[in-house]
């Protein structure tokens, strides 16, 4: 097995370029905001968020993202339409119990601004998105770990991933708006490097 100590001076800079890190669920938030009776706004969020952000600070083109997201922990604080939520009508969780993103590609549009291509995948329906996302930092927390910071926005049509139920109004309209905004805010913990383990 080739350790670090053997690489070149070209090689060594790409080898130590990106670095992985793996999404802390406790400090992260996933949520959502989606119409109601046609004037109101009801939030909701996912309690179980999981996944990976291998970063390449040097070439943010080569960054990576990969989130895992249970369906079953939606909450949006009215526990019979959470139960909905999870239901055949919805996400339906004893089915397709996961909301995953897989990223394409980024693209970096400022210092710290990109916008992550991928595909996302609701209930068995695979579509591809665009999120908006900044890059917050890094910084060591008081336990030694560093951890990276990062926030991340996009609007999907809950129809394109089969999330069709709805019911009418007397007064006209339907009881819930087709489109959802998604915002992330992500903190990451930094897995150990390769190059210290060989």
Known sequence: ???????????????????????????????????????????????????????????????????????????????????????????????????????????PKGENEFTVYGDLTIRGATRPVALEGEFLGTNKSPYGFQVAGFSAQ???????FGLNWNAALETGGVLVGDEVKISLEIEAVQQAAVAQAA
């Open 1 to 107: 097995m080739t350790s670090t100590a053997v690489l070149t001076r070209e090689e060594a800079p790409a080898a130590a370029a990106a670095t992985t890190w793996t999404i802390d669920p406790v400090h992260s938030h996933v949520e959502f905001a989606v119409k109601h009776l046609m004037i109101s706004t009801v939030k909701g969020r996912f309690a179980d968020v999981d996944g990976t952000i291998v970063l390449d600070e040097a070439n943010p083109a080569n960054s990576r993202v990969e989130v895992k997201i249970a369906a079953a922990g939606v909450d949006t604080r009215e526990p019979q339409r959470d139960a909905h939520l999870r239901s055949a009508d919805f996400f339906d969780a004893e089915n397709h119990p996961y909301l995953t993103f897989v990223s394409a590609r980024v693209e």
């Open 154 to 160: 996009t609007k999907i049509n809950r129809k394109d």
